[in-house]
């Protein structure tokens, strides 16, 4: 995909990782990824040590590849379906350094952010 920014630079999203291509999320979406997750890997794990591995793999990924996959890749896969399930798209802009935010997950809207040079916080981190 391209995007055209408004100073007239096409954002290109056609390699992975894409250099201005980002994630935001907010903290309560990061901690329901990461409590879904562990939910999911602790029923993996109960199912190895219950010798009913294949049986899970089958209904969690649907797929029997995962059946000869090696135990990294099927947890990196495991937590990969948790991590793409909330927040939102950023894009940044190379030659202005605008940012593009999705308005919500899964949403063709973007919202513009322009760069500000006239803020700045004091040391407690309020805005001067």
């Not at 890997?41 to 010798?51: C, G, Q, S, T, Y």
């Not at 500000?116 to 040391?123: G, I, L, M, Q, V």
Request: aromatic letters at 14%; glycine letters at 4%.
């Amino acid at each position: 995909m391209s995007y055209l920014c408004l100073c007239g630079h096409v954002i290109k999203d056609n390699i992975y990782p894409c250099p201005e291509r980002g994630d935001l999320k907010w903290q309560t979406e990061s901690e329901n990824i990461s409590q879904e997750s562990f939910e999911a890997l602790k029923e993996f794990f109960n199912a190895v040590e219950n010798d009913a591995k294949n049986g899970w793999l089958l209904k969690f990924f649907n797929h029997s590849l995962y059946l000869k996959a090696d135990m990294a890749t099927i947890v990196i896969d495991i937590m990969s379906r948790y991590d793409g399930k909330e927040g939102r798209s950023v894009y940044r802009c190379p030659e202005c350094e605008r940012m593009y935010v999705q308005t919500k997950y899964r949403s063709d809207e973007y919202e513009c952010f322009e760069k500000r040079t006239d803020y700045s916080r004091n040391a407690e981190g309020l805005a001067d």
